[in-house]
């Protein structure tokens, strides 16, 4: 759980071995009220959220803070851009993601994550997950099901055994017809 054990996870496993294609599958929360829990998504761009400061109530990421250049590769406008050219699971609805360390709980930082970043998804890992992948240049998607909605912490109402048999779910009918989306 989380950026940094992802990449440590991510950066091991990569040098054993040179996999043909990445998956990574997860569960998120969704900003997007609408957003019907359980719904399993792929992402398109992910972004680290939490590296930077607040201040004077504003949200300044690493790029804002001229701490990395935000078009410098990885990055494209400091976004970390999914494998487009890559058509698996691509009967599944893309969105875009931010990746943080944390749980976000508090209403002013949901609305300066929103207004920043215009996500739809929060993880702890895929930012992580997507900067190894694209370093590495090895072909790669991220599927997250949706199991809460960010802010609640009522657990009670999240729906994290329905997220992931519907993860569980979309994985078994995409690996089905991968060989012949891979060439």
Do not use: C
């Not at 990449?7 to 998956?23: F, G, K, N, Q, V």
């Not at 957003?35 to 949200?59: F, P, Q």
């Not at 090895?138 to 912490?153: A, K």
């Not at 993860?167 to 891979?182: D, H, R, T, W």
Request: net charge negative.
């Amino acid at each position: 759980v989380g950026l940094v054990a992802t990449a440590i996870s991510l950066s091991r496993a990569l040098h054993a071995a040179r996999p043909d294609l990445l998956i990574q599958a997860g569960i998120a929360g969704t900003f997007d009220n609408n957003s019907t829990l359980g719904t399993v998504y792929r992402i398109d761009n992910d972004a680290i959220a939490d590296l930077g400061v607040e201040e004077e109530g504003a949200w300044k990421d690493i790029f804002d803070l001229k701490l990395a250049d935000r078009d410098a590769a990885p990055f494209s406008n400091g976004i970390l851009k999914g494998d487009k050219d890559l058509k698996v699971f691509d009967e599944l609805p893309s969105v875009s993601a931010i990746s943080v360390n944390e749980i976000t709980t508090r209403k002013e930082r949901i609305k300066q994550l929103v207004e920043k970043y215009d996500p739809v998804l929060e993880s702890m890992e895929g930012a992580a997950f997507h900067q190894a992948a694209i370093e590495h240049q090895i072909p790669f998607v991220q599927l997250r099901s949706v199991s809460n909605y960010i802010g609640e912490r009522n657990k009670e109402n999240w729906k994290m055994k329905d997220a992931i048999i519907n993860l569980n779910e979309a994985l078994k009918n995409g690996i089905v017809v991968l060989p012949s989306k891979i060439k």
